[in-house]
């Protein structure tokens, strides 16, 4: 086994998450205080499971609920602050006209992330398959616009799921880039060849990390690790919340030993990864580069996630001031996404009314 020099410090006081209180306003969403909770998470000395517990526990709404960590007034959003949410994030299907008014002029560039948007979250994730609705919606739409999947899955694994050979894929969080290998005109490559990994000299290092966690998690009934080449998942879906603590001092135990790794999470996932400056916000701005769309003031790229991960992206578009992000979610969360849509059917009917809307600005340009 590869060795690292780690000192772990003892004695750390606690972060300050079991005081925090989130303002009832406008913006309190108890993922609001999930994302403060996230920035304590700290995989050293004894704060290590503790740290690691909370982060797994506010990861779900529902598991927030059942849990006292936090105040009553983080637990309990209220149906106006669904309605204040909303409003902050109107739905991408009652605003499509203003979004569609909005790209005028413009290219539109599709960006979409994978689980929870292309595909509903299941429990076991070998078996989360998107429709074949929602497949013939994302080939329509990729015949118009260049189209990415950006998932946090490996390439390999997310093409075996969605079968387009025209796409773009970004997988492992955007640390595995390749290329469509057949597709439109817009589409100059016709090889699916690799265009951007930027963490490949820790192919190594993730291999090694993920036999050692698949050893040491399998004492934990339900615990499931997916090799995602560039980065490992650790599902803890099916693991009763009584194993979660033993499942978070494996995981901690194993990371502490690799400081050059990282630990970020998703949907009941921790998922593990270099701690190089990359993510699918950088995978966008790559893809962009690589469509020649680095510098242009007329595109309108439209990246739609559910996750964590792909806050990073719509970061990217606002900071950038250019298109949307499209946050999928049933319920409030901070986001800097602009607009929501409430699960992969509302994604499809998004990517389907985006298809028909061309096809008739098509039709109106011959007639
Ligand atoms: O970036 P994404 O495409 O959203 O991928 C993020 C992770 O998604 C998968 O896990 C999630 O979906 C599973 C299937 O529905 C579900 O069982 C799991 O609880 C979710 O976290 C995938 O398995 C991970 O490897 C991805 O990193």
Request: glycine share 6%; charged share 25%.
């Amino acid at each position: 086994m590869m060795k690292h020099n780690v000192v772990l410090p003892k004695d750390i006081p606690a972060p300050p998450y079991y005081s925090y209180q989130i303002p009832r306003s406008k913006s309190a969403t108890y993922a609001a205080a999930y994302k403060k909770l996230l920035n304590h998470v700290d995989l050293s000395g004894v704060n290590r499971i503790n740290s690691l517990l909370d982060c797994m526990k506010a990861s779900s709404p529902t598991q927030i609920r059942a849990n006292s960590i936090l105040t009553p007034s983080f637990l309990a959003p209220l149906d106006d602050e669904f309605d204040d949410w909303m409003e902050e994030h109107p739905s991408a299907l009652s605003k499509f006209e203003e979004i569609m008014e909005m790209s005028k002029g413009k290219k539109i560039v599709m960006f979409l992330d994978y689980d929870g948007t292309l595909s509903p979250i299941v429990e076991d994730p070998d078996r989360a398959y998107m429709s074949e609705a929602m497949r013939d919606a994302v080939r329509d739409v990729a015949k118009y616009f260049p189209t990415a999947v950006v998932t946090g899955r490996c390439t390999e694994k997310v093409f075996s799921f969605v079968g387009l050979k025209e796409l773009y894929y970004a997988g492992s969080h955007g640390m595995d880039i390749v290329g469509p290998t057949k597709g439109p005109k817009h589409i100059k490559s016709k090889t699916k060849d690799i265009l951007c990994q930027p963490a490949s000299e820790f192919l190594p290092m993730i291999e090694e990390i993920s036999k050692t966690l698949e050893e040491k998690i399998k004492i934990i009934p339900g615990a499931k690790l997916e090799n995602n080449k560039f980065c490992v998942s650790v599902h803890y879906r099916c693991v009763e919340e009584k194993n979660w603590s033993a499942l978070a001092e494996q995981v901690g135990s194993v990371l502490a030993e690799y400081p050059k790794l990282k630990l970020t999470q998703g949907r009941k996932v921790l998922e593990i990864r270099p701690t190089i400056k990359w993510d699918k916000g950088k995978a966008l701005e790559f893809l962009l580069e690589t469509l020649g769309y680095a510098n242009s003031s007329d595109i309108f790229p439209v990246y739609i996630g559910d996750d964590r991960t792909d806050e990073d992206a719509f970061k990217v578009l606002r900071e950038r001031g250019q298109g949307i992000g499209i946050l999928v979610s049933k319920i409030p969360k901070e986001t800097d996404a602009n607009y929501s849509l409430n699960g992969p059917i509302e994604v499809k009917n998004f990517l389907q009314n985006l298809v028909q809307w061309k096809n008739l600005s098509l039709d109106e340009q011959q007639s």
